[in-house]
């Protein structure tokens, strides 16, 4: 067997494949980025020479011989927290029973660069993309639906509610978080949100004041904080917090990393949990079954919706049709140790008055 008997498909570069069709390497190029500069003949005469020397030398022209290119786009915010990387968990476990690969951008929470990077993901031809938390989505989202471009949101309300989007019952949870703290005896609940442009947070605000509504607590807006999902503002709101004259008796963040600042704060002013405050989260990360005590939560389903959002995009991208709506998965309320039943403000009065004493 000569040398040049063995071909080995990874290998072949665009001008071997030019020359076998008796192009210029720029005509192929042409035809592997679907210019429509190039005649029918012309096109289709490459793509045979494509096909049966098995180019497939960038994802491009796998795109162009198969029809897909088995690659999924992902777009995120970051990946330093353990929400990101339950939803991740469920991608990849169902990305890997679909033979599909992934393709990672993190935008590091910065919403111009949101843009830039689905043009770059088109571009690199992938197949999908799912979106986790984006900042600005309403910025690229018709240029999507007008390439009949396949995904999905995550964790997000979506933009005049035309979705696909996967997430969580936001409002129910919030609600069940309030209810229970209600439950307990407090009427006292502070709340500190989420980044507001975001629907989870804004829902889960929703659902903390109906509960109030529900049980006839008026809301009292100094007792609500405005945060952005980080540990620093969960701390910084609870500090805030702890200094009014009229304190709260329970504190419910929005997510279980802002509870763990507030919990940090409120033992860095000398109080204990549950004894002096009440502080319940949202998400139940692992890290909510290591704190001291165990934080009570609200479950959100992450891999689980890391998992729907995959079936979702790998159904849309088989059918070729692009879907609608939102699925929201359900929310379960975890109780463990950073909550107590309230003590009457009499009680508080008087514990005051002797430790001003």
């Not at 540990?231 to 279980?256: C, H, V």
Request: charged share 20%; glycine share 8%.
């Amino acid at each position: 067997m000569t040398k040049d008997a063995v071909r080995f498909p990874n290998n072949i570069t665009i001008i071997d494949v030019a020359r076998e069709a008796g192009v210029s390497y720029g005509t192929v190029s042409r035809v592997i980025n679907d210019s429509p500069n190039v005649k029918s003949e012309t096109r289709e005469k490459v793509k045979q020479v494509i096909s049966q020397m098995g180019f497939v030398g960038n994802r491009s022209a796998r795109s162009l011989v198969s029809g897909r290119s088995n690659v999924i786009g992902l777009l995120l915010p970051d990946l330093g927290t353990a929400y990101i990387g339950e939803i991740i968990r469920g991608i990849d476990t169902e990305l890997e029973t679909s033979q599909y690969n992934l393709m990672l951008y993190t935008t590091h929470r910065r919403e111009t660069k949101e843009s830039g990077y689905i043009s770059s993901l088109i571009q690199s031809g992938v197949d999908g993309v799912i979106l986790i938390l984006p900042r600005n989505p309403a910025n690229y989202l018709d240029k999507l639906r007008d390439l009949r471009f396949p995904y999905v949101l995550v964790d997000h309300q979506g933009i005049d509610g035309q979705g696909p989007a996967v997430g969580a019952t936001n409002f129910q949870g919030a609600f069940d978080a309030t209810e229970y703290l209600i439950h307990l005896g407090h009427h006292r609940i502070a709340f500190i949100t989420g980044s507001m442009d975001l629907g989870c947070a804004q829902e889960r605000l929703a659902g903390y004041k109906s509960s109030l509504e529900k049980n006839n607590i008026p809301t009292n807006n100094q007792w609500i904080i405005e945060g952005d999902f980080e540990q620093a503002t969960g701390y910084s709101g609870a500090k805030t917090l702890m200094r009014l004259s009229n304190q709260p008796t329970a504190i419910f963040a929005s997510n279980d990393m802002m509870a763990f600042g507030v919990m940090d704060a409120v033992r860095d002013m000398g109080k204990k949990i549950p004894g002096d405050i009440s502080v319940i989260g949202f998400d139940d990360i692992f890290q909510s079954s290591q704190t001291m005590p165990g934080l009570s939560t609200i479950r959100q389903p992450l891999e689980a919706m890391g998992r729907q959002a995959t079936k979702m995009l790998i159904e849309m991208i088989d059918e070729k049709q692009i879907k609608t709506g939102k699925v929201e998965l359900p929310t379960q309320l975890i109780l463990r140790g950073s909550c107590k039943e309230a003590e009457s403000d009499t009680t508080i009065s008087d514990r005051q008055e002797n430790a001003n004493s």
